[in-house]
Nanobody, 122 residues
Framework: QVQLVESGGGLVQPGGSLRLSCAAS????????MGWYRQAPGKQRELVAT???????NYADSVKGRFTIFGDNAENTVYLQMNSLKPEDTAVYYC????????????????WGQGTQVTVSS
């Protein structure tokens, strides 16, 4: 089992910044990728940004140039630096990790964090 613990959400004014963090712990062979998704009220969960173990990153068009995802492989932690926040960034942000279990060299298992609220409002 893998646990993902998120932190860093909160209330911020438009144009402000927040940094989210997500630490993975538990039993796994390796982490293939980690990422952040978000879900606003009445909307489907959407990808925000992902990063692979090889540090390849991918961003939603709506956050390119404003958000940066980076990780600390030694600490199994991923961060999301969010700058120039807009009211439309308001959502619950979920951490995701794609892991390779100890018992398999080819299988992958995805886990989700509990979510952290980000509210952008004046």
């Amino acid at each position: 089992q893998v646990q993902l613990v998120e932190s860093g959400g909160g209330l911020v004014q438009p144009g402000g910044s927040l940094r989210l963090s997500c630490a993975a712990s538990g039993s796994f062979r390796s982490i293939n990728a980690m990422g952040w998704y978000r879900q606003a009220p009445g909307k489907q969960r959407e990808l925000v940004a992902t990063i692979t173990s090889g540090t390849t990153t991918n961003y939603a068009d709506s956050v390119k140039g404003r958000f940066t995802i980076f990780g600390d492989n030694a600490e199994n932690t991923v961060y999301l630096q969010m700058n120039s926040l807009k009211p439309e960034d308001t959502a619950v942000y979920y951490c995701n990790a794609v892991t390779r279990p100890v018992t398999s060299a080819i299988m992958t298992v995805a886990y989700w964090g509990q979510g952290t609220q980000v509210t952008v409002s004046s």
